[in-house]
């Protein structure tokens, strides 16, 4: 099962070496080794096993191997001048791959940089698109399944939903034992786990600080910290206000996603948003990492009320407007007002549960399915 950056990869790691990151068992390693097989001796090499990190330490890998892949380098000190001397002094043609559970950008070791150096790939749970090309499965089908068990394969991919419930309580049990201590100190796991809970019932709102920070009995700070946290281990992301050319009445708190919809506490209302929420910051990374669009992901929300659940913008200026609605085929007003304001950009509004598509009032109310599966990843 090849997935959508395999080719993307393949052909980066013949110019610069690859960092591939993403969520814990997005599939990275899977990918990392599917794409080993193209090679005549590669060697993959984990920091967190004791004799592979022997390896790394001393740099007594075979000279031979055509491609190296190093998974959780970012847990050695000083990985990223590691990194810089292994690929300034690589043979010729030798392709190298690091992958990690954590974005690597937040990691704030000393050394030198790697600019000039890398790609940066972001390896998303499946999409409806994703799946759609991978199974041949019809488009609502595919949208059903993955806002009933989430994207990442192995819940999505087994027979019963109880196997992939019991597999999601134990993937955060494992997430936050052994990659949230990276981070913090162990007497804060369990406010820790008790933010994510609140987080839980909170996504598609904007989030305010204060109000969790006096729920977790914490200083704000902290609270927002403890989100750096979750955003860098792939747990959630947010969603922040798009604001450029719009009255100074706009909201300024960023609305919460999971990467995960099996999260996702609430009506079925909320758990297509956040399915929505996870397929377009898709579809942005992959503008950003294949092609290098400046693609963003945002929102709008001002005081009066007026609302529109995402904008996707290219160069800082709105090129989509989109809001999700679960059956409603009637274009908001919020939506109609925006789309006013911003008539170069095109105004979707996507229905989970939709008869007929239509254009009205300059919005295009089209099947949610049906359009997530044409994006881009």
């Not at 899977?30 to 920091?47: D, F, S, V």
């Not at 491609?67 to 380098?73: G, K, Q, R």
């Not at 403890?226 to 947010?238: P, T």
Request: with cysteine; proline share 4%.
């Amino acid at each position: 099962m090849k997935r959508y950056l395999f080719e993307n990869i393949r052909s980066d790691l013949t110019k610069k070496m690859v960092l591939l990151t993403g969520p814990r068992q997005v599939g990275k390693t899977t990918l990392a080794k599917e794409l080993m097989a193209g090679y005549h001796r590669p060697q993959y090499l984990n920091w967190d096993v004791n004799d592979d990190r022997r390896l790394i330490r001393a740099q007594s890998w075979s000279p031979r191997a055509d491609m190296l892949v190093f998974d959780e380098i970012h847990k050695m000190p000083d990985w990223k001048a590691f990194l810089k001397g292994v690929f300034d002094g690589r043979s010729d043609g030798q392709a190298i791959l690091v992958t990690g559970s954590a974005r690597m950008e937040t990691f704030r070791q000393s050394g030198d940089s790697l600019a000039g150096r890398y790609f940066h790939a972001r390896l998303h749970p499946f999409s409806v698109r994703e799946w759609v090309m991978l199974s041949d499965a019809k488009p609502d089908d595919a949208l059903d399944r993955l806002i009933e068990r989430g994207g990442l394969p192995e819940p999505f991919l087994v027979s019963e939903k109880s196997e992939a419930e019991r597999w999601r309580r134990q993937y955060f049990t494992d997430l936050v034992r052994e990659d949230v201590l990276e981070f913090s100190r162990i007497q804060e796991v369990r406010t820790m786990r008790l933010l994510v809970d609140l987080l839980r019932g909170r996504v598609g709102s904007p989030l305010s600080i204060a109000s969790l920070a006096r729920d977790l009995q914490a200083a704000p700070n902290t609270v927002s910290k403890y989100l750096d946290i979750l955003e860098a281990l792939y747990v959630i992301f947010l969603v922040r206000p798009y604001h450029r050319n719009i009255a100074r009445a706009i909201l300024k708190e960023p609305k919460v996603y999971f990467f995960d919809t099996g999260y996702v506490l609430g009506d079925s209302g909320i758990k297509w948003e956040n399915a929505c929420a996870t397929m377009l910051l898709k579809h942005s990374n992959y503008q950003q990492d294949v092609f290098g669009i400046d693609s963003s992901l945002h929102y709008i929300r001002t005081k009066d009320g007026a609302e529109v659940d995402f904008v996707l913008c290219e160069a800082g200026s709105p090129s989509l407007l989109i809001e999700c609605k679960h059956a409603d085929n009637r274009p908001g007003s919020s939506l109609i007002k925006f789309a006013e304001l911003f008539p170069n950009a095109q105004t979707i509004q996507l229905v989970r549960e939709l008869r007929q598509e239509e254009y009205r009032n300059h919005v295009s109310i089209l099947s949610g399915a049906k359009w997530l599966a044409e994006l881009k990843a």
